[in-house]
């Protein structure tokens, strides 16, 4: 099977087209390498900034589109899977679905069906926008505005939801959240395929016996940090550090190529990821298959979804939950002993639901069921 990634986002695609190559596919990825974290990537789709930017931008794209034509599947990013306004995105969509077979989306980001569902009022008890009845703190923040949220709401965005969601052949994702989204509004074609991880690569560090100190690995986004609510983890983290100096060590990363970030994480027991989330994403993931603890979202919905009934490694964080963040980490430090094993759970966890092999597999059937 021949199969064209286009755009990426946290690596996800890449690492599904290293594994798709391992069992005989032919898989190509088109993209800006993740921005910052710079992953690998077969047609590099970088934008950079400036007029002379955006015109070798859309002059790279033009030439890239002969090779990106032929294939048995092209699975898309997002809606706006290159950064483009929609109207010229919509231009590459067509030539793609002209040329190609199967096109699917990939629900693995924001997007104005997850937006929706965020406001519904019955779809999640809080979200990235919505905490219960509340904002959140990131609605109205200066991030928020930066990232242009309240295009999700705007007509242009919403027709250009509509085109491309009437046309492809099918969704596929990799969140709960975002499965539990399009369920919301009865998509069809529709699955869930979990997240990607290269488990071969990211061997277990392990740890024998229990550490003198806790340390604590927190990767930040500048840009993102209301949104993820790793704003509010760091200040918890802080607070615990302060009455706890001499039983734990925090490790604050920001915007560090993707190799470089996966080293610094592999130094520590404890990874800090998204407040708002049901589901570990990508970076919890990639620390527990290093046999890290992640402090993260693993909510019933997302266990029950993944039929997990006995292996809970991931310390789930409630916003709805005054000092929560705190709490769980407390307990992590009071709890330290048990951490040897929590680390191999961690790792076993990852094993059994999101190594490559087997997440790659999920999409293969998902389409050829198409």
Aim: one cysteine or more.
């Amino acid at each position: 099977m021949k199969i064209l990634f286009a755009g990426d986002a946290s690596n996800l695609h890449n690492t599904l087209a290293q594994q798709l190559r391992r069992m005989g596919h032919d898989a190509v990825v088109a993209s800006d390498g993740s921005r910052w974290m710079d992953t690998n990537r077969d047609i590099n789709l970088l934008r950079r900034p400036g007029t002379l930017g955006t015109l070798r931008y859309i002059f790279d794209i033009v030439r890239a589109l002969p090779r990106m034509r032929g294939f048995d599947v092209v699975q898309l990013s997002s809606y706006i899977f290159l950064r483009l306004r929609p109207e010229r995105v919509r231009m590459v969509f067509d030539y793609l679905k002209r040329h190609n077979g199967k096109v699917v989306l990939s629900a693995l980001a924001t997007d104005v069906t997850y937006y929706d569902a965020c406001h519904d009022g019955h779809t999640y008890r809080y979200s990235d926008y919505m905490i219960g009845d509340s904002p959140s703190p990131y609605v109205g923040s200066d991030e928020y505005k930066a990232q242009q949220q309240d295009n999700w709401r705007q007509p242009f965005m919403r027709h250009h939801r509509d085109y491309i969601l009437e046309r492809v052949d099918g969704v596929v994702a990799c969140l709960w959240e975002y499965y539990a989204a399009y369920k919301s509004i009865g998509y069809s074609p529709l699955a869930y395929a979990d997240i990607p991880i290269d488990t071969e690569s990211l061997t277990l560090r392990p740890l024998e016996q229990e550490p003198e100190k806790v340390k604590f690995f927190i990767g930040i986004q500048p840009d993102r940090t209301i949104i993820k609510g790793t704003d509010r983890m760091l200040d918890a983290l802080k607070r615990v550090h302060d009455n706890h100096p001499d039983e734990c060590d925090i490790d604050v990363v920001q915007r560090l190529p993707y190799a470089q970030y996966i080293e610094r994480m592999r130094q520590a027991h404890v990874i800090l990821d998204q407040l708002y989330s049901y589901t570990p994403a990508t970076n919890a993931l990639i620390g527990m298959a290093q046999g890290l603890v992640a402090v993260s979202g693993a909510e019933p919905e997302y266990y029950d979804l993944i039929g997990e009934q006995d292996n809970h490694p991931i310390v789930n964080v409630n916003p709805l939950i005054e000092g929560d963040i705190e709490a769980q980490l407390e307990n992590i430090i009071a709890n330290k002993a048990s951490l040897p094993e929590w680390c191999r759970n961690s790792r076993a966890f990852v094993e059994k639901h999101n190594a490559a092999p087997l997440v790659a597999q999920r999409y293969v059937d998902f389409w050829n069921s198409l």
